[in-house]
């Protein structure tokens, strides 16, 4: 959407700048990571600056910031609908309060070296994954906690062991 308006406002000889917001604004304000984009970004960004935002100009069209934005949201939103279910689930099983912790330590542990970790893992031991998350969606239904995110993820790793051309470790 904000590419196709960036083209209609280059048309009409307007400056587009598809400003895409990186955090929450309550408690930041003006202050919200900024990544912005278009034929106007660098202007805009040089207005706003000193006012206190911080606005990060990507070179290229309008939608760029967008696209960016989206991409992370796949990450965040997932992680929190990830969580948001396991807690459910936890819940439901009479043991939220540990999960709770469990998942507390872990964020509060991770590094780049865990980033590499979870990709390399899912691709490593795609099969098994696959297998476990069929086995922890079976068990959501039991608890009558629809299993979105777990089939979800059960779907992706077996793609990512159908893809796979070398054997891989069970």
């Known amino acids: ?24 604004v309550p408690g930041r304000g003006l202050r919200t990571p900024m990544l912005v ?4 970004a660098r202007r805009y960004a040089e207005m706003i600056r000193p006012l206190g935002a911080r606005a990060d100009v990507l070179d290229g069209p309008a939608g760029l910031a967008a696209e960016r934005k989206l991409l992370r949201s796949v990450f965040y939103k997932g992680l929190a609908a ?11 099983a009479g043991c939220e309060d540990w999960l709770r912790e469990n998942i507390a330590d872990e964020l509060t542990r991770a590094s780049a070296a865990t ?22 969606a079976d068990m959501l239904d039991d608890l009558d906690v629809p299993p979105l995110i777990s089939m979800a993820s ?14 891989q470790v069970y």
Do not use: C, N
Not at 82 to 92: G, K
């Open 1 to 24: 959407m904000k590419r196709r308006l960036g083209v209609i406002a280059g048309e009409a000889g307007i400056d587009f700048v598809d400003v895409s917001l990186m955090a929450t």
């Open 115 to 136: 980033l590499d970790r979870l990709v390399e893992g899912s691709h490593r031991h795609a099969l098994r994954r696959t297998v476990e998350m069929q086995a922890a």
């Open 82 to 92: 990830a969580v948001v279910e396991a807690l459910e689930a936890a819940r439901a």
């Open 37 to 40: 984009s278009g034929p106007g």
């Open 154 to 167: 059960r779907d992706l790793l077996r793609r990512l062991a159908e893809s796979r051309s070398t054997p």
